[in-house]
C-alpha cells in the first residue's frame, strides 16, 4: 500500500535529532529578544496588553503559523517550540509572583502624569508618550484643561486613568483644546493668570515674560477654569 505521508519529512523533515536542541536554544534566545524589544518600546507600543502578553502571542503566532504553510518546516520543532514557550511562560510568572523588583522589570509600574493639576515631570520624561498624544486622550475623556484633572496615571497596559476635581474644587488650569493651547507665547500680553505649556504650572502673571519657577520653560497660556460638562 502507498504510504500517503512521508512521516519522516513531515515530523523532522529530515534533519538531525541533535536539531531539537537547537530549536529549544533559538525559542529561548527568541523569547527574551522579544520580550526586551517590547520592553524597550514601552507601555504605548503595547498598550491593553501587557509587554508578556504580547511576547507569548507573538511567539505561539509564529511557531504555529510556520508549519501551517512551509514545507521545510517540521510539526516537531514547532511542537518543542511551543513546549518551550510554555515552560518560559510558566517560570516567569513564577517569577513575577516571587519578586516585585522582576514583576516590574517585566510588566512595569503605574506611574502618576499628573498630580493636582500638573505634570510629574520627571515622570512623564520616562515614558514613551509625546504631549500631543496624551492630550488627545484627555479630551477623548471631555477634559478641556488640566485644573479639572486631580490626578491621571499610565497603567502597566498603557491605559491612561483619569481622577477628576469635584465642579466646586476645579481651578485654573493649562488650556488643552488646540485652539487654546497653541496660542501658547513667550510674551504674556496682559496681567492674569497663566499656565506654563511644558509643565502646567499655573499662576498670576504680569504682562512681559517670565520663566517658570517648576521647569524653567519661557512659554505660557493663558489659563481656563471651565466646569466640566458630563
Known amino acids: ?42 507601555k504605548r507600543g503595547v498598550k491593553q496588553l501587557s509587554i508578556f502578553e504580547t511576547v507569548i502571542i507573538i511567539a505561539l503566532g509564529s511557531a504555529a503559523g510556520d508549519p501551517m504553510f512551509y514545507e521545510d518546516v517540521g510539526i516537531i520543532p514547532a511542537a518543542i517550540v511551543f513546549t518551550v514557550i510554555i515552560i518560559l511562560y510558566r517560570s516567569v510568572t513564577w517569577l513575577t509572583g516571587k519578586s516585585k523588583r522582576f514583576e516590574e522589570f517585566i510588566e512595569g509600574k ?44 499610565i497603567e ?35 496681567d492674569g493668570i497663566y499656565s506654563c505649556s511644558f509643565c502646567g504650572h499655573t499662576q498670576e502673571q504680569k504682562a512681559g515674560t517670565a520663566i517658570c519657577k517648576v521647569c524653567k520653560k ?11 460638562i458630563t
Request: aromatic residues 14%; proline residues 3%; glycine residues 4%.
Open 110 to 153: 503605574t506611574e502618576c502624569l499628573i498630580n493636582d493639576g500638573k505634570f510629574s515631570v520627571s515622570t512623564f520624561k520616562k515614558e514613551s508618550l509625546a504631549q500631543d498624544e496624551f492630550f488627545a486622550e484627555l479630551r477623548i475623556r471631555s477634559i478641556e484643561h488640566l485644573g479639572q484633572v486631580k490626578h491621571a496615571f
Open 218 to 228: 519661557e512659554e505660557w497660556v493663558e489659563s481656563i477654569n471651565t466646569k466640566r
Open 156 to 190: 502597566t497596559s498603557g491605559e491612561i486613568s483619569v481622577y477628576f476635581y469635584a465642579d466646586e474644587k476645579v481651578g485654573y488650569g493649562l488650556p488643552i483644546l488646540p485652539s487654546l493651547f497653541y496660542a501658547k507665547s513667550k510674551f504674556i500680553p496682559k
Open 1 to 42: 500500500m502507498k504510504q500517503i505521508f512521508e512521516w519522516e519529512r513531515l515530523l523532522f523533515n529530515n534533519l538531525p535529532e541533535s536539531f531539537v536542541l537547537e530549536v529549544i536554544f533559538r525559542s529561548t534566545v527568541m523569547f527574551i529578544i522579544l520580550l526586551l524589544t517590547l520592553k524597550l518600546a514601552g
